[in-house]
């Protein structure tokens, strides 16, 4: 089968293409922008990739072509294969369809930690000997690719709830009919294609009646959202996590590096890792669980974590200079912003690392732009010593008015940004880059700078 992937270069339609090759099929493709690292991994597979939408790309006709979810009507390719009548489905349909289908689907869903707790469950199957397949929106550490797929029965898939393409507004997630679900917790984002937090959890109640009643679903107790949606019929498996008739987690060191399982009231294993964080802590309980699912015992378990490496661009250490230590972290979302910096500042206490901790953050995402969760950006980074802003074009609210008698600075450019905090940094500071996009390269620079600077 030829398949031409019109948006090739994004993370999911990107690793969907490798998938197909490794299946055998022909695969071609086209984006508007292509650059690394997806350009490059896309070219080790040898998928051609063509630069734009000209229709002449779909001459001769493939025999499906998969339509990303940043194409829209008004796109040249888009229109010619509507016009012409070629066969078209979206990423999610064609992985639900022809990849995921005789699999046992490992999923996880949730607002935050989809990608790590991918990355810790696709981990813990590895070590155990299970080799699965896996498409994850990141580059797992412990792996050399974020996507690949094998001769195992099980697949694990970070599943996603945004849209699915411009004909089909539903989740992605709802295509994949996992027999394993992980919901790690909800709560308002995507306000670009939701209207409020009910919509979400609409989507969410599709990808439950999805489960077979043989599959399980793993999510928090805590989580009201979550609750509500359980409520709303569930027909699988239950495993609560922080129940006391069930899963449990007991922090043994301050910055969660390493904790006790409990199931039942009963000691099940204990981790010590690499990681910090009460939120790696509870994504390391609920990938624990879907593992058990399928007979990955907790202590096994309790040894894979001692060598899992998390993923790129989660608080991950891009440089140290002069005993300052620069980190890159994916987090935008209020939550997520507040639990990384709190896990931050514990792990420097625990550490007996007497510098400041320094944020720097760009409100990037789609639903920042549209003001959604301002009021409590301002209160997420409560746990930093000292916070950068920029405001970036696009952004049609005052950080300044948001941020008001906190002391935080604001910039305007990436390049201001760098000079200001190339003269605030001192000895023992870490600091936190915090965006979901490139940051116009700010991590490398202000590397370089203080390499140039103070080496």
């Known amino acids: 089968m030829h398949l031409h992937i019109l948006g090739i270069c994004g993370t999911f339609m990107g690793s969907l293409a490798q998938l197909a090759k490794a299946q055998g099929h022909k695969v071609t493709g086209s984006d508007k922008g292509i650059y690394p690292p997806m350009s490059d991994q896309l070219e080790q597979a040898g998928i051609p990739v063509i630069e734009g939408f000209d229709p002449a790309q779909l001459e001769p006709a493939p025999d499906v072509v998969i339509i990303g979810n940043a194409m829209s009507r008004g796109n040249p390719a888009v229109e010619y294969v509507l016009d012409r009548g070629l066969d078209y489905m979206s990423g999610p349909e064609w992985m639900g369809r022809y990849l995921l289908k005789d699999k046992w689907v490992m999923a996880v869903a949730g607002t935050h930690g989809k990608t790590t707790t991918s990355s810790m469950l696709a981990w813990l199957l590895e070590y155990a000997g299970m080799n699965p397949g896996y498409l994850i929106g990141g580059v797992p550490q412990n792996f050399s690719t974020s996507a690949r797929l094998t001769d195992s029965n099980f697949f694990v898939i970070e599943a996603d709830e945004y849209d699915t393409a411009f004909f089909d507004k539903r989740s992605k997630f709802v295509h994949y009919h996992p027999r394993t679900l992980i919901m790690n917790n909800l709560e308002f984002d995507h306000a670009d294609i939701f209207a409020d937090l009910a919509a979400i959890e609409t989507q969410f109640h599709h990808l439950v009646r999805t489960v077979p009643s043989s599959g399980q679903i793993i999510y928090?107790?805590?989580?009201?959202?979550?609750?509500?949606?359980?409520?709303?019929?569930?027909?699988?498996?239950?495993?609560a996590l922080d129940s006391e008739t069930g899963w449990q987690v007991k922090a043994l060191k301050a910055d969660f590096s390493e904790f006790e399982v409990f199931n039942k009231g009963k000691s099940q294993a204990v981790i010590k890792w690499s990681l910090t964080g009460e939120h790696n802590m509870n994504n390391a309980l609920a990938a624990m669980v879907a593992a058990r699912h399928v007979g990955v015992e907790p202590a096994t378990a309790a040894e894979a974590f001692a060598e899992f490496q998390s993923v790129k661009r989660r608080m991950e250490l891009i440089g140290e200079v002069d005993d300052i230590r620069l980190f890159d972290d994916f987090a935008h979302h209020p939550t997520a912003i507040q639990l990384t910096l709190s896990g931050a500042k514990a792990a420097m206490q625990q550490q007996d690392r007497n510098g400041r901790l320094v944020a720097v953050l760009?409100?990037?995402?789609?639903t920042m732009k549209m003001g959604e969760h301002k009021e409590a950006l301002a209160d997420s980074v409560a746990a930093?010593?000292?916070?950068?802003?920029?405001?970036?074009?696009?952004?049609?609210?005052?950080?300044?008015q948001v941020t008001a008698g906190r002391g935080h600075n604001i910039e305007n450019s990436a390049d201001t940004l760098r000079q200001a905090l190339a003269q605030f940094l001192q000895p023992g500071d870490d600091v936190i880059i915090m965006s979901n996009g490139s940051f116009s390269g700010l991590h490398k620079k202000l590397l370089l700078q203080l390499q140039q600077e103070r080496s």
Do not use: K, T, Y
Request: hydrophobic residues 35%.
């Open 220 to 239: 928090p107790q805590s989580e009201a959202a979550l609750q509500r949606v359980i409520e709303r019929g569930c027909w699988s498996d239950q495993q």
């Open 362 to 366: 760009e409100p990037r995402s789609n």
């Open 384 to 400: 930093a010593d000292a916070v950068f802003w920029l405001q970036p074009e696009g952004l049609n609210w005052s950080l300044q």
